[in-house]
Every structure is written in structure tokens, then in C-alpha cells.
């Protein structure tokens, strides 16, 4: 493919852009404290980067509560997390620098989260780099959540840039496989509560954003991937 089209990447928010695995974790454990319910740090860990109604089901039963429960359980919980970070926001280190060099090189920029998108606007604001993005994907847009390619699918969709020509910024199992299954590169991003060996599927493993530049990341995208990755 010639170099001249466009090309992209794409970020997931929790643990990539912020890190919030402490506050997702106290927001899910006073959440299910005020239900009598059950949550270890385990069960959090691998459910970390699922949309809110796939973890109530996974955790809680499906068949535990209605529809609009799950809808008022999702509410709260996510209200409770917007509350423990307003105060002591979690910018992950190098975040601005990076999405501001990319922007800066000619990628198109998206957030493609499970967050709702009251979350990923709160994040957006607060790291301000508003202007360097193109489109964002937010838990609401979707049906299907990680390891489903449904929400980097859509960003590359909304940013007119083909899979192909788009890298993915992850640090969850689920969303890197949800990156690989959309035939794009992926990046495993070592954030909290998680080991390399958590994402040796990536196409490259950094331990912090100031690992990445503009070059690494068309040099991946250059990089030819498995058949089957489409």
C-alpha cells in the first residue's frame, strides 16, 4: 500500500489513556456491596475492558436481574467511578505527548472503548486532546463487546482509514484480541494489573506510552500480519 493513504491509531481509554484500574475496581466493589453481592480482585482482573452489561451477566447470572436492573446497576456503577477520579485524575504518563505526535505526523486518532460515552468525554476533556482526535467509539455504539472487532471496526469506519492501515493501543487480553480479529496491529500496553505475558498475542509490547512514536507505529502497521486477520 502506498504510504500516502491515510493511516491511523486507535486507543482504548482504561488502562491505556488512564489508568483507572483502581477506581473501576472500588466503583464495581461498592457497587456490589450495596446489591449483597460478591467481587474478588480476580474476578475484576478478567472482566477489565468488557462493556458494564457483559460483566454483570458474566459475574451475576444473567438471568439474576432484569434488563432495566442491569441498566441501573451499569448507572450507578459508572457514576461511582466518574466520582472517585474527578478529584485525583489517572492521565496515564505520556498520553497528551503521544496523541499530540501522532496528530502532529498526519494519523487520524480514535478512542474505541467499552466506557460509556460519559466516560470517554470526561477523559477527553480532562487530558485535553479534544482536537486530535477524529472519532470515538464508546460502549454505547456497540453490540458486541472485546474480544469482538465490533468497536475498532466502527473507529476505522468513522475515520475513513482502512483496518489494514489502523494500530491498536490495548492493554487487556480481550482487546488485543479484538484488534488481531479486526486484522489491525496492536500494541500491548503493560498498565496495572497486568504481566507481558498477559498480552503476548500483541504485535509489540511497551511497558509505557513513551515507548511509542509516529515511526514505531507506521512500522508496525507496515509489518505484514497472519492470514486470517481480516
Known sequence: MAMTEPIAAIFDMDGVLVDTYHAHYKSWLETAV?????????????????TS???????WGRDRFSDAQIADLDHRK????????????????????????LHEDGFRLAVGSSAPPENVDMVVDRLGVRAFLSAAVTGRDVTRGKPDPQVFLLAAERLGV????????EDA??????????????????????????????SAIVRSLDDLSPGMLRDLIATPRPTGQA
Open 34 to 50: 450495596k446489591e449483597g453481592l460478591s467481587l474478588s480482585e480476580e474476578q475484576f482482573a478478567d472482566t477489565f475492558g468488557r
Open 173 to 202: 487480553p480481550p482487546g488485543v484480541a479484538a484488534a488481531d480479529a479486526a486484522g489491525m496491529a496492536s500494541i500491548g500496553l503493560v498498565s496495572t494489573g497486568r504481566k507481558p505475558e498477559d498480552l503476548a498475542a500483541a
Open 78 to 101: 459508572e457514576a461511582a467511578f466518574r466520582r472517585l477520579i474527578e478529584d485525583d485524575f489517572p492521565a496515564m504518563p505520556g498520553a497528551f505527548q503521544l496523541l499530540r505526535a
Open 53 to 59: 452489561r457483559e460483566i454483570i451477566a458474566r459475574l
Open 162 to 169: 482502512p483496518p489494514a492501515r489502523c494500530a491498536v493501543i
